[in-house]
């Protein structure tokens, strides 16, 4: 294995000299700075296994499922901005790793995932664990690539890199028939050309900068509207982010992939928009009459009834993807571009421009927005009693205050994951993020069993840190088998379950649309949650009423170990604000403390009924 | 360019420079069937010596919107290299062949060859009881000829679908 380790450059038509195809690609992997593999083996990647064994460079990290393994890369990578490395076998590994892939590719995380495959020979004999891995993967990947000769080995790990993470970043599946593993095959280094054909537009043009600001320094009733487009661009666009919104005193809010971009503390935060976004979020994107989107894609959970979606407003949107723009939402000034570079010439022309904003227009503006913040749209009674029953929202504001007293004591940062459900929407609503890449939720596929995996690859990349996955405790028995590589990696990952009993979300559409019939959302049998924690040598607690509950989120973040955290919390809790399926901005169903004045829930049609 | 909000459906000679690898031609068709757009004619071939790049035209419809969402999709590809909607860009000439077997004797066979001659069509195998005809041209006109030869005996037709290509210097 010297030649992995040697510093020496291959020459790039490097016939010289021959290593075996395993060798070839983990070289090629290390040179893209690959530190970690989440992956599983198997008979088709048994000589890449064999290669990673003779090597130290390198880590594995053996997940207890593939689909695991592609959401640890998921948060490894979301949590570090680097591009996540998976690697499975063939057939079932490969299906296996669907759902993630599709996740990854949904909201957008760089991922190169190797997938073995039967030698080339046998490709469409219906060989053992054979699949059709690139067709299957097609849609559920940015790209993905099959080697059929070992001269391109090398060529397409450094391709699938550059793909993974350059333009709109995504995931990147690579099949490897076992005998190109097996065989040799030259070495070649990254190249420095461009590529042949993907060269994704990332300067925006000034011209578009230019009347974007001309409509923005006009602008009566501005929103900042930001998304995971921001985190992608890395912690210089989130600052990019925080000036323009202090140079121009704006209104901003986030998609649920944005949170953490920009302080939810600040009180130029209107909290998240869409369908559980706050009231004033929602209503200032109804009405305002300049629009930025950055880095956001009009996603259908964000805009409600499309013909009734902000209308009259003149729209922005920066996007590195051209396909996201005029997609679900005709824009006035579209601008294709890195939205670090995007911010970076908007606030150049900002300055440059001798235009004076409209002081007054914009004193109203926010003087309205005032008026929808003081309904307090986000409010819940929370009974201080002994034995008083704990709301799932208070929990979250609790395990917030928590983290961060912990955090300012002893510095060490924590990193949020959730699954998918109720307890996800509260974590957005309730946990306060205030810096980019310590959230990591399922946005666009909605992936119940994401968190724990993600949280397991966020400590990974953070072994310092305080990783929780806020979880349900439907969601988390999708991926529950991961604590046993908690365990085997002693990663201390905290589960934190607001355990409801139910698929709480499902049982909040059949209350709301369904006439409380409540089929087959009630959560059954459930385990002992401590038990299991002990089970997988980890330890459990539980919070069954208010009272309980700071000790143990307190124990919870002072154990040295994996915790699973069984909050009970009211079973009968929703989650609210709502905007119900194919309703508008303004049709918002308000929770049980509201006047139903403010909205009487007229925005339920049979139209939206049909939506998801 | 035509409004955004414009709802009228139009068609659209779009033609996509790829490079020529394996699943490239997968990816187009599935890119189209996955988000659900029309495809009304598609040719594929190597343009390029070596088998370096191809060419695909597609002939689609859609609104000014979903066209634009065509090509914006198309374009962000990994092995795509250029898209150009012909339609738009300005004119440009689509043709296609059409291979078109008439069975029958008699009066019918004497009008089919008379009617072949007034389309400019080729004769290009013949038999006691049929003929093929070759033809290229403009989508519309082949479809006038093939609808001529009906009652004559048309039994089997083969199109290529079109190739199209930009009038004057403009270039791909
Ligand atoms: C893999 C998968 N299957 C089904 C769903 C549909 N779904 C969305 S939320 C939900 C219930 C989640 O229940 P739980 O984890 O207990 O969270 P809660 O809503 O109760 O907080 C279901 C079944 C999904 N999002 N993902
Ligand atoms: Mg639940």
Known sequence: MSTITSSAPAKPAATEEMEAGAEVLLRALKEQGVEVIFGYPGGAVLPIYDAIFQQNAIRHVLVRHEQAAVHAAE?????????????????????????????????????????????????????????????????????????????????????AFYVAKSGRPGPVVIDLPKDILIGRAPYTPKPETLHRSYRPQTAPDAVQIARAVAALK????????????????????????????????????????????????????????????????????HGCDVMLNVGARFDDRVTGRLNAFSIGSTKIHIDIDPSSINKNVPVDIAIVGDARQALEAILEAWDADTTTQDAGALAD???????????????????????????????????????????????????ISTEVGQHQMWAAQYFRFDQPNRWMTSGGLGTMGYGLPAAMGMQVANPGALCIDISGEASFMMNMQEMATLTQYRLPVKVFILNNQYMGMVRQWQELLHGSRYSESYSEALPDFVKLAEAFNGTGMRATSVDQLDDVIRAMIAAPGPVIADICVDQKENCFPMIPSGAAHNDMILGPEHDSKLSDGSGLTDAGMALV | MTSLQDTTIRSATISVLVENEAGVLARVVGLFSGRGYNIDSLTVAPVEGDGGRSRINIVTSGTTMVIEQIKAQLDRLVPVHRVADLTQDGPHIAREMALIKVVGTGMNRTEALRLADAFRARVVDATIESFVFEMTGQTDKLDAFIDVLRPLGLAEVSRTGIAAIARGKRGF
């Open chain 1, 365 to 415: 503006w926010w003087a309205q927005i005032n008026r929808w913040q003081s309904i307090k749209c986000l409010k819940y009674t929370q009974t201080h009693e002994k034995g008083g029953i704990i709301k799932p929202q208070y929990a979250i504001e609790r395990l917030y205050q928590l983290t961060r007293e912990h955090e300012a004591k002893t510095g060490q940062q924590t990193f």
């Open chain 1, 218 to 285: 006009g602008a009566k009733r501005p929103i900042i509207y930001s998304g995971g487009g921001v985190i992608n661009a890395g912690p210089a666009a989130s600052e990019l982010l925080i000036k323009l919104v202090r140079t121009s005193g704006f209104p901003i809010t986030s998609t649920l992939m944005g949170l953490g971009a920009y302080p939810s503390n600040d009180d130029k935060f209107l909290g998240m928009l869409g369908m559980h976004g706050t009231y004033e979020a929602n209503l200032a994107m």
């Open chain 1, 75 to 159: 948060g490894y990578a979301r949590s570090t901005g680097k591009v996540g490395c998976v690697l499975v076998t063939s057939g079932p590994g490969a299906t296996n790793a669907v759902t993630g892939l599709l996740d990854a590719l949904m909201d957008s995380i760089p991922l190169v995932c190797l997938t073995g495959q039967v030698p080339t020979h046998l490709i469409g004999n219906d060989a053992f664990q054979e699949a059709d891995t690139t067709g299957i993967t097609r849609p559920a990947t940015k790209h993905n690539y099959l080697v059929k000769k070992a001269e391109d080995l090398a060529r397409v790990v450094h391709e």
